[in-house]
């Protein structure tokens, strides 16, 4: 099944994104376009997601926008991986614990071939690694199911600010840190977006 690949260079605006992503899930739905697969880096933006609550702003000056994805209140900047999806799951498995478990694995397995172990966990979604005795975050998921179209996607921290991080309670987890790959291994990852792409395609087929 054809999935169309999108690499944005320069950041992108996300209410910009929005708008393109609600208009090419309308498109998939009605048979009009591929699915499809976007990667970019968003200008700094702090989301709240749909169970998110006022009291995880800390920082009370900042602005908000307010998403229809999952999850709770995150930061998105430069030196982030944006994973974004449009996948029919119509045509794969209606299991949303599945599609969860195919973006973990998509993550986990990528992160293993550049030697950095990473896990998920049930009670706090996204991934996770232990850093200098810490268990830190390094990839935050909030995805959205409709009519068994999942869209959405998630978050890899490259070499993003993680001050900025300290003006919110970052997906609701408090005392939990934010780690950077560029924290844990000091290389390029040149490859690392179509490494993420690959990986993710492959645990669709499983």
């Given amino acids: 099944m054809k999935i169309q690949i999108k690499k944005s260079i320069k950041p992108v605006d996300y209410n910009k994104a929005m708008s393109f992503i609600d208009k090419r899930l309308k498109d998939i739905q009605e048979n009009k376009h591929k699915e499809l697969i976007w990667l970019l880096e968003h200008k700094n933006v702090y989301t709240a997601?749909?169970?998110?609550?006022?009291?995880?702003?800390?920082d009370k000056k900042i602005n908000i926008v307010k998403t229809n994805r999952g999850g709770k209140i995150t930061f998105h900047g430069p030196g982030q991986i944006i994973f974004y999806f449009i996948i029919n799951l119509n045509k794969r498995k209606k299991d949303i614990r599945w599609f969860l478990n195919c973006i973990e694995r998509s993550i986990i397995n990528t992160l293993k071939s550049?030697?950095?172990?990473?896990?998920?966990?049930?009670?706090?979604?996204?991934?996770?690694t232990n850093h200098n005795n810490k268990e830190k975050k390094i990839a935050s998921i909030g995805i959205k199911v409709s009519k068994w179209y999942a869209y959405h996607g998630y978050a890899l921290n490259v070499n993003v600010d993680k001050e900025k991080f300290k003006k919110i309670i970052p997906c609701g987890i408090k005392n939990k840190e934010i780690v950077n790959l560029s924290d844990i291994k000091k290389k390029k990852f040149i490859n690392l977006k179509d490494d993420l792409i690959k990986n993710f395609i492959l645990n669709l087929k499983n």
């Fill in 114 to 128: 550049y030697k950095i172990n990473t896990y998920s966990d049930k009670k706090n979604i996204g991934i996770w």
């Fill in 49 to 58: 997601g749909t169970s998110s609550t006022k009291d995880e702003i800390i």
